[in-house]
């Protein structure tokens, strides 16, 4: 699936879109180069599970821990990560035994010790917007897929 988003505010109420969907616990990987709107894009979900605070790119903590109302939500940048393992130092395998949302950016930096993921968005810049494409990884990922195309299809009649 394919979404063009034409600013960094279509991108947030994409986001919280996003967020009414996504059950409590599951792995979204966002991928794109440097500044497509990951963290922006993060925001959004974070802002329709009901955050209401600031929302800091993990950039150079690696991991930014958040409470929503459903539950905690994990948001990880490894773009600084020099190798996989330093994963193992954040304590990574013990949250992982927690349900929980996780939204990874740069997720490749990590491969080997992330869990897979349940939706996969590839985030693209474009001269009037950004380009978003979807793909469901699991079951529950390609369920959300569905129910967004199905919103889509039904904003379009």
Known sequence: MQIRLNDPEAQLAFGARLAALLPSACVLYLEGDLGTGKTTL????????????????????LI????????PLYHLDLYRLADPEELEYLGLRDLMG???RWVIEWPDRGAGMLPAADLRIMIESLDDGRRLTLSGGTMEGCSIVAALIDAENAGAR
């Open 42 to 61: 993060t925001r959004g979900i974070l802002r329709g599970l009901g955050h209401r605070g600031a929302v800091r790119s993990p950039t150079y903590t």
């Open 98 to 100: 927690e349900d929980a």
């Open 64 to 71: 930014e821990p958040y409470q929503v109302p459903s539950g």
